[in-house]
């Protein structure tokens, strides 16, 4: 804390207003090196959620930096800002047996770079193994208990929720439902009303047919913009469909994979288990680095990828396409089917008032 902001607080304490001034030492804390990389931390540890991860996500929630309206508020902050970028270093998170390098960018490659602590100050694994200092039973307890830890994180995250997704009850496709009513029942209905309509268009004057081609009759102009745009939405329409039949089918695959190679997931965490545990004892044995990079055992990252996916909102899945695609398409219906309904309902209108009137065609 400078001298200025000590003034700050005080004259904030002796009740001065010093509100104009918050906003200024708020910016200041969103432009330092530690709050940037915090919200780099963030945004990794929202993708490689594991049990670690959600004290200081929560933590980071409650923060609410855009809502303080107080000098002290602001400095209790940036306290807690220092702390939980700290805390949220993905040193402390990776668990090598689930580790996806497209989940997160880190210098560390290796097992041995991994933390643990020791008398509860930090070091790393490498370190630890090498400390003539510690016995060599003692640096197995401690090492046993991290890679146990890693174990245990990626039952929970991994193996737990394939059981959950596997045993899950396919739950009433509502959506699918609807999908199917609108192209089977609710398309073919509009067509066949406006054939409909056009039918008794067609028998009203036997001059119909003369009008359409020449087209100068008010029915012909608004039925064909009727056509044009029935047209017009069921293409848009059935390009949506397509984007969430893709994800659809995508979706059912990746339960299908895990429903038949639960085993095999149950397998690999004990394989990475084993080959991480067999590393280290070689390493206390010979004294020297934990060299094993965490690429070589993580034998759960496939799985956890295809966890994310399934995890994963349809609309943000959707993301992966253009967001202006995707945005013209649904304006494109909204406007479509608008202009849809206006010409079909000035189109019946017209003919029921020719109808009345005698059958002549206006």
């Given at each position: ?131 003539d200092d510690i016995k060599p039973k003692e640096k197995l307890d401690i090492l046993n208990k991290v890679v146990n830890k890693w174990h245990v994180d990626a039952k929970e995250t991994v193996l737990d929720e394939i059981n959950v997704k596997v045993s899950k009850k396919i739950p009433i496709n509502f959506e699918g ?175 029921t008032f020719s109808l009345l009137q005698g059958g002549a065609v206006v």
């Amino acid at each position: 804390m400078n001298a200025h902001e000590k003034v700050f607080l005080l004259a904030e304490i002796f009740g001065v207003d010093v509100t104009r001034h918050i906003d200024a030492v708020l910016k200041e804390i969103e432009e330092t090196e530690h709050y940037k990389q915090l919200v780099i931390n963030v945004e990794m540890a929202n993708k490689y959620q594991v049990p670690y991860t959600q004290q200081f996500l929560k933590e980071y929630d409650d923060l609410k930096i855009n809502t303080i309206t107080s000098i002290k508020d602001a400095f209790v902050a940036r306290a807690k800002i220092d702390y939980l970028y700290q805390i949220s270093q993905p040193k402390y998170y990776i668990n090598p047996i689930m580790f996806n390098p497209l989940e997160m960018s880190t210098t560390i490659t290796t097992i041995g770079e991994l933390p643990c602590f020791y008398k509860n100050q930090e070091t790393t694994i490498d370190e630890l193994v090498l400390n003539d200092d510690i016995k060599p039973k003692e640096k197995l307890d401690i090492l046993n208990k991290v890679v146990n830890k890693w174990h245990v994180d990626a039952k929970e995250t991994v193996l737990d929720e394939i059981n959950v997704k596997v045993s899950k009850k396919i739950p009433i496709n509502f959506e699918g439902i609807s999908w199917y009513f609108k192209r089977g029942i609710f398309y073919p209905l509009v067509a066949i009303i406006g054939l409909i309509i056009f039918g008794i268009t067609i028998f009203s004057s036997s001059d119909y047919f003369k009008e359409i081609v020449h087209g100068n009759k008010i029915t012909s102009y608004i039925f064909l913009v009727y056509t044009i745009f029935l047209f017009v939405y069921l293409v848009i329409d059935l390009i949506d469909f397509n984007l969430n039949k893709k994800y659809l089918s995508e979706k059912d695959y990746c339960l299908y994979y895990l429903k038949s190679h639960a085993y095999v997931a149950l397998k690999s965490l004990d394989d990475a288990t084993f080959q991480i545990k067999k590393a280290i004892l070689e390493a206390l044995k010979e004294k020297k680095s934990v060299n094993v990079n965490i690429t070589r055992v993580n034998f759960l990252s496939n799985f956890r990828r295809i966890l994310l996916f399934l995890n994963m909102k349809e609309d943000s899945q959707k993301r992966k396409y253009s967001e202006s695609v995707l945005e013209g398409f649904y304006i494109a219906k909204i406007v479509s089917i608008a202009l849809l309904l206006l010409s079909f309902l000035a189109y019946a209108a017209i003919i029921t008032f020719s109808l009345l009137q005698g059958g002549a065609v206006v």
